[in-house]
């Protein structure tokens, strides 16, 4: 969602009537984190919930009509990018990477409430230790990180959020 607001502007109202139409089909509560994007009757949910929400169609996800393979706009992919999925058949999301899968900054609703952590310790903690006047080498230490990952979470931290 971060994505399709901040790089392409789409309106908070619009994304929560295209999640409200994939919540009533699917029946989750969640339908962002429930499936894969691609996942739903026919493959022509998405397309519908697209329409429903009256999103821009630039910004659809879409289905190629010779092949039938669904492509995907670059949030999107984006999306896929940065979760990891419990697996294969089930597709429920369990863990979000959002800075990328390469840094260790990770939301887990399993760990700490789903808040951004690095190896269970919150980002925000380190970030405030950090501004507080402590080093990110003494930061590192007392929380037996690697530099790199206080670095990851000062990183996460700094990353403007979207207006709401």
């Known amino acids: 969602m971060r994505e399709y607001r901040r790089?392409?502007?789409v309106r908070l109202s619009s994304l929560r009537r295209f999640i409200n139409v994939l919540r009533?089909?699917?029946g989750v509560?969640?339908?962002?984190?429930?499936?894969?994007?691609?996942v739903g009757p026919g493959r022509r949910l998405l397309v519908v919930a697209q329409e429903t929400a009256r999103l821009p169609s630039d910004l659809w996800v879409c289905i190629e009509p010779q092949s039938g393979e669904t492509l995907l706009t670059h949030p999107a992919e984006s999306f896929l990018e940065r979760v990891e999925f419990e697996d294969e058949e089930n597709g429920v999301v369990v863990r979000l990477h959002p800075a990328g899968k390469a840094s260790p900054a990770v939301i887990d609703p399993e760990?700490?409430?789903?808040s951004p952590t690095v190896r269970g310790i919150?980002?925000?903690e380190l970030a405030e230790l950090?501004?507080?006047g402590?080093?990110?080498?003494m930061v590192a230490t007392n929380f037996d990180l690697h530099l790199e990952e206080v670095i990851a979470a000062l990183g996460y931290e700094s990353t403007p959020s979207p207006a709401a």
């Open 7 to 9: 790089t392409l502007g």
């Open 24 to 26: 009533e089909e699917l």
């Open 29 to 38: 509560p969640y339908p962002l984190a429930h499936a894969r994007p691609w």
């Open 111 to 114: 760990i700490r409430f789903g």
């Open 122 to 124: 919150p980002t925000e």
């Open 130 to 132: 950090v501004g507080a």
């Open 134 to 137: 402590d080093s990110v080498e």
